[in-house]
T-cell receptor
Framework: SQELEQSPQSLIVQEGKNLTINCTSS?????LYWYKQKYGEGLIFLMMLQKGGEEKSHEKITAKLDEKKQQSSLHITASQPSHAGIYLC???????????FGGGTRLMVKP | DGGITQSPKYLFRKEGQNVTLSCEQNLNHDAMYWYRQDPGQGLRLIYYSQIVNDFQKGDIAEGYSVSREKKESFPLTVTSAQKNPTAFYLC???????????FGNGTRLTVT
């Protein structure tokens, strides 16, 4: 089965700093999804990547999928307290839309 | 507004009792899913349904049951056979064909 490893597991940054979260797969990724979760709530969809080398941005968040399609990164520029939460990557299992998820990265942004 | 509604937000049960978690969506999505999230861990798939009156086991289906009698509804029953039922349960839905999952706000179940 596909395993997704996220790093780091947790991250504390000063407001205004940039940060990167990584998601590494043991198998080729055919669809990679990034979600954000506030503590005790549901997941909010951020971005989906499908092609090797693809890069997408939304506001101050940029996600990339490497050419080999086995690693994705999520980069936040000039972090703000509103960026705090848990970031999860999810990969298409290849049969329907079922996703397998990484363990999540807990981000805290200190004002 | 379209969305997914999970109820209740918090649920407390005694060990040995079955409990049903509600999930309703008005997004006209064909597929629905149940995930379980434990502290410090990612999500694990319990059951999924891609069409009414059909559903499939996910990675951790033991001790759970579901039904899909209507397109809008996908209730999850946590049975007494589930050995560690205390967890945060998330319901999701999607169109078919590689579209993102939309999640509800979850139900936190505590069994004592």
């Amino acid at each position: 089965s596909q395993e997704l490893e996220q790093s780091p597991q947790s991250l504390i940054v000063q407001e205004g700093k940039n940060l990167t979260i990584n998601c590494t797969s043991s198998k080729t990724l055919y669809g990679l999804y990034w979600y954000k979760q506030k503590y005790g709530e549901g997941l909010i969809f951020l971005m989906m990547l499908q092609k090797g080398g693809e890069e997408k941005s939304h506001e101050k968040i940029t996600a990339k999928l490497d050419e080999k399609k086995q690693q994705s990164s999520l980069h936040i520029t000039a972090s703000q307290p509103s960026h705090a939460g848990i970031y999860l990557c999810g990969a298409d299992k290849g049969a329907g839309n079922m996703l397998t998820f990484g363990g999540g990265t807990r981000l805290m942004v200190k004002p | 507004d379209g969305g997914i509604t999970q109820s209740p937000k918090y649920l407390f049960r005694k060990e040995g009792q079955n409990v049903t978690l509600s999930c309703e969506q008005n997004l006209n999505h064909d597929a629905m899913y149940w995930y379980r999230q434990d502290p410090g861990q990612g999500l694990r798939l319990i059951y999924y349904s891609q069409i009414v009156n059909d559903f499939q086991k996910g990675d951790i289906a033991e001790g759970y049951s579901v039904s899909r009698e209507k397109k809008e509804s996908f209730p999850l029953t946590v049975t007494s056979a589930q050995k560690n039922p205390t967890a945060f349960y998330l319901c999701a839905s999607s169109m078919t064909g590689g579209s993102p999952l939309h999640f509800g706000n979850g139900t936190r179940l505590t069994v004592t």
